[in-house]
C-alpha cells in the first residue's frame, strides 16, 4: 500500500494563484493552502518526491484535495476554533478550576466572545492515568452547562458513553468528540447514527489509566492514519456518513515525547482520509516537553506556536484553552501571507 503525504505547501495569495494555473491543488478542500509535491510512502520505508505533474489524479489526490462538508452547520474552508469546558475536577490543565456550572457556563461565553466557533464541554478526564468516571456523574457535570450554553453557541460533547452522548445531543449539544473513536461504548455508534449528529473520531492507544505506560508503534504516522481509517470505514458502515466524521490523531494519547513530534511533523498525510482533522496539543506534555515549561497553564505560547504550525498543515478544527490568543495568531498570519484578505 502506498501513501500520500502532500508537502512543498503555498498559502495565502501564492496558494491562490498557484491552484487557478493548475499547479497546484487545494489541502484539504482549503483554497488558502495548496500544496505542489506529494510524498510517497511504502511500508519499510521506501519514500519518494514527486511534482504532481508526475502524477496521474488517482483517488488519493482527490481525497487529499476535495472541498470538506460542512460539520454542524460550520464551514470547513477556513480554520475553526474549538475551545475547551473541563467540568472535571482533575483534567491535567484546569481541573477543579470550573467547579460550578456557572463558572463553566461563564468560561464557556468568554471562550465564544473570544472567537471559539465550537465549545467543547467534557465531564470526564482523559488525561494518562485517569480513572473511569460513572455516567451519572459526568452528566450531573455536564447537563446544566450544555443547557445553557447549547442556545446561542455550537456545543461539543467530550464523552465516550452512549449514555452521555445521548443526554447531551437532546439537551442540545450537535457534536460528539470522542477519545476513543466510538469504541469505548458498543451503543455509541448507535446513538451518534440516529441523532445524524456529527462526530470526531480520535485515535488513542488503550485506555487513558495505562495509555502511556509504553506505547509502541511500527510507524506511527501509518499507524495512526491506517486505524483512523477503519474506524472511519466502522462509522459509516454502521450508518454514519463520511461527511458528518472528522478525525483527530490523538496528540498524547498512548504516544511518547517522539511519536508525537513525528504526528505533527506528519499531520497533512491524515487529508487522505477525506474528512475534516482536528488536532488539540494545547498546554499538553509535548509542549511542556519542548519549552521546558513543567507548569500546564504557563504553556500558552508553545500551545499557541503548535496551533499554528498545524494550522499550517490544513487542520479544520483546533482543540485549544487559549482561544483569544490562537485566534489573534491566525489571524496575523493570515494577513501576513495574503494582504488582500483582511481590512485594514
Request: glycine content about 10%; overall charge negative; hydrophobic content about 45%.
Amino acid at each position: 500500500m502506498q501513501y500520500f503525504r502532500p508537502i512543498s505547501l503555498v498559502f495565502g495569495a501564492d496558494a491562490r494563484r498557484t491552484i487557478a494555473a493548475g499547479d497546484a491543488l487545494p489541502l484539504g478542500g482549503m483554497a488558502h493552502i495548496g500544496f505542489t509535491h506529494v510524498e510517497v510512502i511504502e511500508r519499510g520505508g521506501a519514500r519518494s518526491t514527486l511534482p504532481l505533474a508526475e502524477l496521474q489524479h488517482t483517488d488519493e489526490l482527490a481525497r487529499i484535495a476535495a472541498p470538506r462538508s460542512a460539520f454542524a452547520g460550520l464551514g470547513m474552508n477556513a480554520t475553526r476554533i474549538m475551545g475547551i469546558v473541563n467540568v472535571t475536577p482533575d483534567s491535567f490543565s484546569d481541573g477543579g478550576k470550573l467547579e460550578t456550572a456557572q463558572a463553566a457556563i461563564r468560561h464557556g461565553k468568554r471562550l465564544a466572545d473570544e472567537g471559539a466557533d465550537i465549545l467543547d464541554v467534557g465531564g470526564e478526564s482523559t488525561r494518562p492515568g485517569s480513572d473511569t468516571v460513572e455516567a451519572t456523574e459526568e452528566l450531573g457535570r455536564i447537563i446544566p452547562v450544555i443547557e445553557r450554553l447549547a442556545g446561542a453557541h455550537l456545543v461539543s460533547v467530550d464523552t465516550r458513553k452512549a449514555e452521555v452522548m445521548a443526554a447531551a445531543l437532546y439537551t442540545g449539544a450537535k457534536i460528539v468528540n470522542d477519545v476513543s473513536a466510538l469504541g469505548h461504548d458498543a451503543m455509541s455508534t448507535r446513538v451518534v447514527a440516529s441523532a445524524s449528529a456529527p462526530v470526531v473520531l480520535m485515535h488513542a492507544q488503550g485506555e487513558p489509566k495505562t495509555m502511556q505506560l509504553n506505547p509502541r508503534y511500527l510507524d506511527v504516522v501509518l499507524d495512526v492514519y491506517d486505524a483512523l481509517a477503519e474506524r472511519v470505514a466502522f462509522a459509516e458502515a454502521a450508518g454514519i456518513p463520511r461527511s458528518h466524521i472528522c478525525v483527530d490523531p490523538g496528540i498524547g494519547f498512548g504516544k511518547t515525547y517522539r511519536q508525537n513530534l513525528e504526528l505533527l511533523a506528519g499531520l497533512s498525510l491524515f487529508h487522505g482520509l477525506g474528512v475534516a482533522v482536528l488536532v488539540g496539543l494545547s498546554r499538553k506534555g509535548i509542549v511542556g516537553a519542548v519549552t521546558r515549561e513543567k507548569v500546564a497553564a504557563k504553556r500558552v505560547s508553545g500551545s499557541v506556536g503548535g496551533a499554528l504550525a498545524v494550522a499550517m498543515q490544513g487542520a479544520h478544527i483546533l482543540r485549544v484553552h487559549d482561544v483569544a490568543e490562537t485566534r489573534h495568531a491566525l489571524e496575523m498570519f493570515t494577513a501576513s501571507v495574503d494582504p488582500d484578505s483582511v481590512d485594514p
